[in-house]
DNA sequence: GGTGGTCTGTGACTTAGTCACGTTCCCGTG
DNA sequence: CACGGGAACGTGACTAAGTCACAGACCACC
């Protein structure tokens, strides 16, 4: 398989060259269609997954139906729940589902073993992204917490606009980002827009007043 | 240094014996008394922690003074906080402080990193670990985001009574085990004390029907 | 026997979540 | 083109949880 994959990811691409080839002899890319459950509770995973485009999102569902995002992987990073079950035969309440269109590469769970045993590069990579998914998971906790809905709703915004004016988004799939309810979403949404600073209609919300939801997502 | 501390970790025992006396020559065997802290935001770990008896308990605390508890850290497992510091750099946004006396070995950070090169039994611990606490930390966000509060306080008052039927702790202590607040967590026991499932008294609380307070843990 | 610190109680209020609906919009099929 | 069904959104009434500002109550130690 060809190699310039391999460039997505520094700790690897720094490899020498030895650890590249062996490496991407074992890959194997993979594309995966959005909705693709990758994991699922109950499900061990059988390779290593490493993302090269798209994002898969880490989500727990509750018993009500209700759901949280744990945290997304996006290009260049790779996935700790497939690696955990590798390493740990530990199994997850947590499923991945692609949200766009996935490329991946699979390493066999051999060659990954051998990766980590004789790599300090492969290691390190892997160790980054833990340590990446415990702060992020530390940071969901946090929030969820201690922090107000109308400043999480308001940063989510903006983290879903990404400089665009316009967010296509339903108020059920920001309640699930959050971990909150599609109505006491709708209801804050509303409050915004009387305010002015947003403009509500079907599947998308236009921001009108950037600057107020700004202040609203950093405020104490 | 004796090497008898390596019986508490089932994956150190079983190496061979040129790594046990690699960890054992370089380990140093300290001793922390309740209520230090061992680590904190900002502070940079400079060894690798494993812990022989007591408890760390990993918290965040909120600006506003609300606290949460993570995950305690108790016999038998290791600091992936400071883990994290060593093998990724990263700071976390939480700290660590002893909830008892705490007995620890301490590796230092190049002999942590030749380990980790060295020895697959120790490699499968730190992984191990990890996964424990991602997964840890996935059902705290889960408890906090989906489950009803006096359920998870009836959990925890299982959890901190361990058999007995007095549990010496203030309201205080079990909101920040909770994540919620003082006030809140006193409404809740005093509805309690009135169904008669508990009395109360200061710094303890008596369970007095511990069938009813298992089946209000549990239910749906 | 006072005194300061810790622990607990209380009421009024705000914010968030739940439940049970009703309404509106869109898009394909007959 | 009507129309029927599903997805998205709105609403009101209610419960659960958190906040704020206190006021007592208990304990230990001078």
Redesign the pocket.
């Known amino acids: 398989m060809s190699d310039s994959w391999i460039e997505r990811f520094p700790e690897l691409a720094a490899l020498p060259p030895q650890d590249r080839a062996f490496l991407t002899e074992r890959a194997a890319k993979v594309a995966l269609p959005a909705g693709t459950t990758v994991f699922a509770p109950g499900v061990a995973a059988e390779s290593f997954l490493l993302i090269l485009a798209g994002t898969v999102r880490v989500q727990q569902v509750?018993p009500?139906g209700?759901e949280i995002v744990l945290y997304r992987v996006t290009g260049g990073e790779t996935c700790i729940m497939t690696t955990s079950c590798l390493l740990a035969d530990e199994n997850y309440a947590a499923d991945g589902v692609t949200e766009t269109d996935v490329e991946a590469v699979a390493i066999p769970k051999a060659a990954f073993e051998e990766a980590i045993a004789q790599s300090p590069g492969f290691r390190r990579l892997v160790f980054t992204d833990y340590s990446r998914r415990i702060s992020d998971l530390m940071h969901v906790v946090e929030e969820?917490?201690?922090?107000?809905?109308?400043?999480?709703l308001a940063q989510r915004l903006l983290a879903r606009a990404d400089n665009s004016t316009v967010v296509r988004?339903?108020?059920?799939?920001l309640a699930t980002d959050?971990?909150?309810?599609?109505?006491?979403?709708?209801?804050?949404?509303?409050e915004l827009?009387r305010r002015g600073w947003v403009a509500?209609?079907?599947?998308?919300?236009e921001l009108r007043n950037p600057d107020q939801i700004k202040a609203l997502a950093e405020g104490s």
């Open positions: 509750s009500g209700r969820v917490a201690f922090e107000r809905l109308d400043k999480r988004v339903t108020h059920q799939d959050l971990g909150s309810a599609r109505e006491v979403v709708g209801r804050l949404l509303k827009e509500l209609s079907r599947g998308a919300i």
